[in-house]
Nanobody
Framework: QVQLVESGGGSVQAGGSLKLSCGASRFIFNVCTMAWYRQVPGKERELVSRITRAGTTTYTDSVQGRFTIYRDNDKATVYQQMNSLRIEDTAVYYC?????WGQGTQVTVTS
């Protein structure tokens, strides 16, 4: 049973923007802190942003001020707005809720 479904990845030039979406089951959305991770080949998956049920957000230093995570309670969806994208933001981005993971969506930033 698919619990998390991501969308919104793609290719963009440096300085551009993308918005990722993660549709969650109602149970996961209501119970879990939701997060976005990213991974590049040969490296460990790293936490990018996190939002609690109460809406408290945290970000890794490299995206602070450029990325915004937010929740739409009516749609049980978590978003990550990514602005001023850099080449080093290129990765597969994963949505996480509790122990559940999405399938990943590729983000590629070109020069």
């Amino acid at each position: 049973q698919v619990q998390l479904v991501e969308s919104g990845g793609g290719s963009v030039q440096a300085g551009g923007s993308l918005k990722l979406s993660c549709g969650a089951s109602r149970f996961i959305f209501n119970v879990c802190t939701m997060a976005w991770y990213r991974q590049v080949p040969g490296k460990e998956r790293e936490l990018v942003s996190r939002i609690t049920r109460a809406g408290t957000t945290t970000y890794t230093d490299s995206v602070q001020g450029r990325f915004t995570i937010y929740r739409d309670n009516d749609k049980a969806t978590v978003y990550q707005q990514m602005n001023s994208l850099r080449i080093e933001d290129t990765a597969v981005y994963y949505c996480q809720g509790c122990d559940n993971w999405g399938q990943g969506t590729q983000v590629t930033v070109t020069s």
